[in-house]
């Protein structure tokens, strides 16, 4: 079945880069997704690639993508307070259901 | 971008009641809602995916007849808590996806159920 996997936590300081790391089982996957979540709040959608592209870029985010390892990252550049959250990636697979990691939490100190 | 609104944000009940959440998508039309539940500190686990005008497809281990989806419209889903139990305290998070767009997936702010 579908799998996706991810670190528990990552602590950064204010201003450093931060990569978020990510690794599916579905290679029938066809979009994946970056969620944000906030405590006690929904799931806001930062970014998404399509299986056939390896970086996207939006911003301070940049997407890569290692289909063939089936390993996707988020960098964050400059990372601030205000993105400590707990970070999701998700796998879209058959049936456009979204199969999610176990989450990241990430720590920002200034 | 769009959004998905999600009412109540919180909602305390008795064992034994029903709870209804309805979950909106505001500013577009989606032919297809998911329903997923949160517990604390752990991922989102993919409860049922409502279709506008048919029944519902629920995922293996969930119960449908306590978990009752209605998708009456493209912009209104609802997932009732029937004779709710403590176990079914959690956090429940709907999502819709825009007809005409398949790629982007966009949340609720998710209610928080508790049963005494």
């Known amino acids: 079945g579908e799998d996706v996997e991810q670190s528990l936590f990552l602590s950064v300081r204010e201003g450093d880069s931060s990569v978020i790391n990510c690794t599916y089982t579905d290679s029938s996957s066809t979009y994946l997704y970056w969620y944000k979540q906030e405590p006690g709040a929904g799931l806001q959608l930062l970014t998404y690639i399509f299986s056939n592209m390896d970086m996207k870029q939006d911003q301070r985010l940049t997407v890569l993508l290692n289909k063939k390892d089936k390993h996707l990252s988020l960098r964050i550049a400059d990372t601030q307070t205000g993105d400590s959250a707990i970070y999701f990636c998700?796998?879209?697979?058959?049936?456009?259901?979204?199969?999610f990691g176990t989450g990241t939490r990430l720590l920002v100190s200034p | 971008g769009a959004v998905v609104s999600q009412h109540p944000s919180w909602v305390i009940c008795k064992s034994g009641t029903s709870v209804k959440i309805e979950c909106r998508s505001l500013?577009?039309?989606?032919?297809?809602m998911f329903w997923y539940r949160q517990f604390p500190k752990q991922s989102l686990m993919l409860m049922a995916t409502s279709n506008e005008g048919s029944k519902a497809t629920y995922e293996q281990g969930v119960e449908k007849d306590k978990f009752l989806i209605n998708h009456a419209s493209l912009t209104l889903s609802t997932l009732t808590v029937t004779s709710a139990h403590p176990e079914d305290s959690s956090f429940y998070i709907c999502s819709a996806s825009p007809v005409g767009t398949n790629e982007k997936l966009f949340f609720g702010s998710g209610t928080q159920l508790s049963v005494l």
């Open positions: 998700a796998e879209r697979g058959s049936f456009q259901k979204l199969v």
């Open positions: 500013d577009f039309q989606a032919t297809t």
